[in-house]
């Protein structure tokens, strides 16, 4: 959504990141993995009614979950426009760059 929302407009008028660009693909991994374990180890733990096995998994759980909240932390960063052009007459006409991509002049209309 934020993707859609932030650079949708902008594209074909200027370079987009790809959606892929926008969280990191390991970290998602690693976090979904962890939050699995973590889960898969709490079915054990109750099912044999350990309660320090509860706790480990409980740790696991929270870690997974912190891994995927970093990456909604760095895809929601996107939402926000970068800094305008201080430059009046830019040519830019209100559209705004992602972060780290130049901003290029709108196409003159015909």
Do not use: M
């Amino acid at each position: 959504l934020v993707w859609l929302q932030r650079y949708a407009p902008l594209a074909g008028r200027q370079r987009v990141p790809q959606l892929e660009d926008l969280y990191w693909r390991r970290l998602a991994f690693v976090g979904w993995g962890i939050w699995t374990a973590g889960v898969a180890l709490e079915t054990v733990a109750v099912g044999l009614g350990v309660l320090a096995l509860s706790r480990v998994a409980g740790v696991l759980v929270a870690a997974g979950l912190l891994c995927f909240l970093v990456n909604v932390g760095r895809i929601a960063n996107h939402w926000r426009a970068p800094a305008k052009d201080s430059g009046a007459g830019s040519g830019n006409r209100g559209r705004l760059a992602p972060a780290g991509v130049p901003a290029t002049p709108a196409p003159p209309r015909s």
